[in-house]
């Protein structure tokens, strides 16, 4: 298992995994690729589980696995090696759009589509009425902060607000998962630390679990538990 520590000061033992409780559960997970005549090892043996209300930071340097580790967890991408189940969410195929929500470094925000258009988007994928879309993009919005721009396009936002956008977009569903591949990545420290107060209140008193991998160390701080990833391997993970 990695070693999860409750930060700042506190470490304690990682959760341990729980196949018939966790969202995401993953057993000695690996992915390697073919990248011409080399094979290139993205992610060796990954053992763990996220738990509904889990707040999870995965730090590491750049190449170290995180995005992979996501990507699996998300169910865009399929391991070569180990079980990666969703005990509660169901198959996998069955994940998206509305039981795991992706938010990626770049909003990802379609262009001809208002602000309020693009969070009622995965709702109305998802199957959900226009009336039931429209009311949950408004709320999501609300809760981040941004009614005032619902109807604007892309195109006029700032990147901050962008980002808050596809945060929207995330929570307008009420997914039980949010995954977070470097949201902030692209932000200055203060936009980032906004953010992310904005993004913690709205979770505040849900029991939707985040795993946010982030280079920001002051917004790692601020989560319940640390992953760490080096060169493939969840630090400390064991067989």
């Not at 995005?67 to 189940?85: E, Q, R």
């Not at 879309?133 to 607000?161: C, N, V, W, Y």
């Not at 601020?222 to 969840?234: A, I, K, P, S, V």
């Amino acid at each position: 298992m990695p070693n999860a520590m409750t930060l700042p000061n506190t470490e304690r033992a990682a959760r341990p995994p729980m196949p018939q409780a966790a969202l995401v559960d993953a057993q000695g997970v690996g992915r390697d690729y073919q990248r011409g005549a080399t094979r290139v090892v993205a992610l060796i043996d990954a053992t763990c589980a996220v738990a509904p209300g889990d707040r999870i930071a995965l730090v590491g340097r750049s190449g170290s696995g995180k995005s992979t580790l996501l990507h699996l967890m998300g169910g865009l991408d399929t391991p070569t090696s180990g079980a990666l189940t969703w005990p509660v969410l169901g198959p996998r195929a069955t994940l998206r759009p509305t039981k795991v929500a992706l938010v990626f470094q770049m909003p990802s925000l379609l262009p001809p589509l208002t602000v309020v258009e693009n969070v009622e988007l995965p709702l109305l994928l998802g199957r959900a009425d226009a009336t039931t879309a429209r009311a949950a993009a408004l709320d999501a919005l609300m809760r981040m902060e941004l009614t005032s721009i619902a109807d604007k396009l892309p195109e006029e936002l700032s990147g901050g607000q962008a980002q808050r956008v596809a945060l929207a977009r995330a929570l307008a569903y009420h997914p039980p998962l949010i995954l977070a591949d470097e949201p902030t990545g692209q932000l200055d420290h203060p936009t980032a630390q906004h953010l992310f107060d904005v993004l913690l209140a709205a979770l505040n008193g849900t029991d939707s679990a985040l795993v946010i991998a982030t280079h920001d160390l002051a917004i790692a701080e601020r989560m319940n538990t640390l992953w760490r990833m080096r060169h493939g391997r969840l630090a400390g993970a064991t067989a």
